[in-house]
């Protein structure tokens, strides 16, 4: 088994002192190298996960563990290089211009009065290449599509260069051509190395990308594991509170349900 | 553009008529020459300044808060230093360093009140909770001068509170300058510098955080020093308002969004508008027209333009 090198150990967490209970000695990993999907209904705690993982929330109880240090042990841009985040969707209050934002991305690159140099514009003009945007480099962001800008805040998350990339809901605003599209993206990235977590509600995208299935409901892990071992009909009839079916069709899963 | 606005606003005024100086009456006329250097001189850099402190301290907050709409005057600032004049000039005395010190002093009780208000709060978000508390901190303040009208001397300090209001930089001396020009420096040397971030703020914070900001920590810096610099300038110049609320969108039109181009545009701007808007205070008139009106009358006919031509993009 490869090491982890994302954990939560025993974390509770709960948003605040009065709150109700998110998590209670909650654990997951996340192995090194993996394409992991967090497979759960509508507020299953998925986006409060990512944020714990991120080191945005702070656990009241419980560790989390970035390659076996605490993420305490690492500073703020250490941190920005390691991790990305993609988040559902943004407001996004002035005109910024597609490769302005890519080129945010770059941020944790530069000391704090530093101006981004022409190496990182390549590495952002990269990154929007890669999701295929790049001709619509001078267009602001704020009039496009949710799709595209979708594409856009994947874009400003690749110009990061992370070794993590934590994705919330990625394809939940695009058609089917750029949800194809974004899930071969995410193949390519990790064949380059780069471990990735998402969350989705639809086993459609756990089961087009995942290698690792972390089935939850309710703050609690259901299962978890190789996407063979928990991608079944019984645990997914579970987990959504309906009848599920997974079938094979032409070599992939296929999710039916009534 | 904004050097040669100064040179050309320093020769030019009511002495000895309604023209611009040559440069060889200056040489040779001794008066001609202490009006340009003592008087002309200190308050034209005040101008600047003033316009330059404003138009960066209203893209601050503007950027920082997401919303095009908020202003330097915004978080009580403003309001208190009004209160803090007109405090002085009815209960203690009318000189110009002790009226300013006031106004310097509840500016920052104004900052401090709002910011301690929005933290006892709890509901929304942090920007929903300092703009409400700001609010209600700047209409305490405002009643209270209502207050101090109503007491006030009609014939002696009324005027005099009257005149603060509208704003004026026709008191300026080089000591005054001199006074606010460390704090001014400072405070614009590190909202300059630190530009590029600035954008990233504008970010929903918990994405300006995976980019590896200390969101809250980065903001309060950079609040802070955009009170500092608004503070000290509108201690010697009175209320000048609608020039941090129109020169940073001006900027954005005109230099794009990103900050590390929209903030020195934005700085431009404000110093030549001002700079210009004081031409026409000293010398449209043989009296002074305080300052406050013209800003907020080409400021008001600017705003009134852009609203029904630009799509502002409010969302929040």
Same mark, same amino acid.
């Given at each position: 088994?490869?090491p ?32 992991t999907?967090?497979?759960?209904p ?13 080191g945005?929330?702070h656990?009241?109880?419980?560790r ?25 969707g943004?407001?996004?209050?002035y005109?910024?211009t597609?490769l ?11 000391r ?18 890669q999701?295929?945007?790049s ?14 800008r979708?594409?856009?805040l ?11 990339l ?14 194809n ?9 990790n ?9 989705t ?5 756990a ?51 009534m | 553009?904004?050097?040669l606005v ?15 100086l ?6 040779d ?15 034209? +850099? @005040?101008? #600047?300044? *003033?316009?330059i402190? !404003?138009? /960066?301290?209203?893209?601050v =907050?503007? &950027? %920082? ?16 230093a009004?209160?803090?004049a ?6 203690l005395?009318?000189?110009a360093?002790?009226v ?15 910011y ?6 709890h509901?929304?978000?942090w ?8 609010i ?8 209270a ?6 007491l ?19 008191? +300026? @001396?080089? #000591?005054? *300058?001199?006074?606010? !020009?460390? /704090?001014?420096?400072?405070? =614009?040397? &590190? %909202?300059y ?5 600035l ?14 900001l200390?969101?809250?920590?980065e903001?309060?810096?950079?609040l ?6 608004t ?11 609608w ?9 954005r039109?005109?230099?794009?969004a ?20 004081d ?5 449209l ?12 009358l ?19």
């Amino acid at each position: 088994m490869t090491p982890a090198l994302l954990a939560l150990q025993e974390v509770t967490f709960r948003y605040n002192s009065h709150g109700q209970v998110v998590f209670e000695r909650f654990s997951i990993q996340v192995r090194s190298g993996s394409i992991t999907a967090i497979l759960g209904p509508n507020g299953a705690g998925k986006t409060t996960m990512l944020h714990l993982l991120l080191g945005w929330l702070h656990p009241q109880d419980g560790r989390v563990l970035l390659n076996d240090q605490p993420l305490r042990a690492y500073s703020r841009r250490e941190l920005g290089q390691w991790i990305a985040l993609v988040p559902q969707g943004e407001h996004i209050p002035y005109d910024y211009t597609v490769l302005e934002y890519a080129l945010f991305g770059r941020t944790p690159y530069l000391r704090p009065l530093d101006m981004p140099t022409e190496e990182d514009r390549q590495a952002a003009r990269q990154a929007l290449e890669q999701v295929g945007i790049s001709e619509k480099e001078h267009q602001f962001v704020t009039r496009m599509s949710g799709g595209e800008r979708q594409l856009v805040l994947i874009a400003r998350a690749l110009a990061q260069q992370p070794r993590i990339l934590l994705l919330d809901e990625p394809t939940s605003h695009l058609d089917l051509g750029n949800k194809n599209r974004l899930l071969h993206l995410l193949h390519e990235l990790n064949c380059q190395g780069v471990t990735i977590l998402l969350t989705t509600h639809e086993p459609e995208v756990a089961a087009g990308v995942a290698s690792d299935v972390i089935l939850m409901n309710r703050g609690r892990v259901l299962r978890s594991g190789p996407l063979e071992q928990v991608f079944t009909s019984q645990a997914l009839s579970e987990a959504y509170g309906v009848n599920v079916r997974v079938h094979q069709l032409e070599g992939r899963r296929v999710v039916l349900w009534m | 553009m904004l050097l040669l606005v100064t040179v050309l606003s320093l020769l030019f005024g009511r002495y000895p008529g309604l023209v611009l100086l040559s440069p060889e009456r200056l040489a040779d006329d001794e008066l001609a020459r202490r009006l340009v250097l003592n008087l002309r001189l200190p308050r034209l +850099i @005040t101008a #600047a300044l *003033l316009g330059i402190c !404003l138009a /960066a301290a209203g893209e601050v =907050l503007q &950027v %920082i808060f997401g919303n095009p709409l908020v202003e330097p005057g915004f978080l009580g600032v403003s309001q208190g230093a009004a209160f803090g004049a007109a405090l002085c000039i009815v209960f203690l005395n009318s000189l110009a360093w002790m009226v300013q010190l006031s106004a310097a002093l509840f500016a920052f009780l104004g900052l401090v009140f709002s910011y301690f208000l929005a933290r006892r709060m709890h509901y929304g978000g942090w920007v929903l909770r300092l703009v409400l508390s700001g609010i209600a901190v700047s209409a305490l303040f405002s009643a209270a001068v209502g207050v101090l009208k109503y007491l006030a001397d009609p014939l002696s300090q009324l005027p005099e509170i009257t005149f603060w209001l509208l704003g004026g930089l026709w008191s +300026i @001396t080089w #000591a005054q *300058l001199l006074a606010i !020009l460390p /704090a001014v420096i400072a405070g =614009l040397l &590190v %909202i300059y510098r630190l530009r590029w971030r600035l954008n990233l703020l504008s970010l929903e914070d918990q994405t300006a955080f995976s980019l590896g900001l200390s969101p809250a920590r980065e903001r309060a810096l950079l609040l802070g020093c955009s009170v500092v610099i608004t503070a000290a300038v509108v201690s010697v110049s009175g209320m000048v308002g609608w020039v941090g609320l129109i020169v940073p969108h001006l900027g954005r039109r005109l230099f794009g969004a990103d900050a590390r181009y929209a903030l020195p545009g934005a700085m431009l701007i404000g110093g030549i508008f001002t700079v210009l808007c004081d031409d026409l205070a000293r010398t449209l008139l043989a009296g002074e027209i305080p300052l406050g009106i013209l800003t907020s009358l080409f400021g008001a006919v600017v705003f009134i333009l852009l609203m029904s031509m630009q799509r502002l993009g409010i969302q929040r």
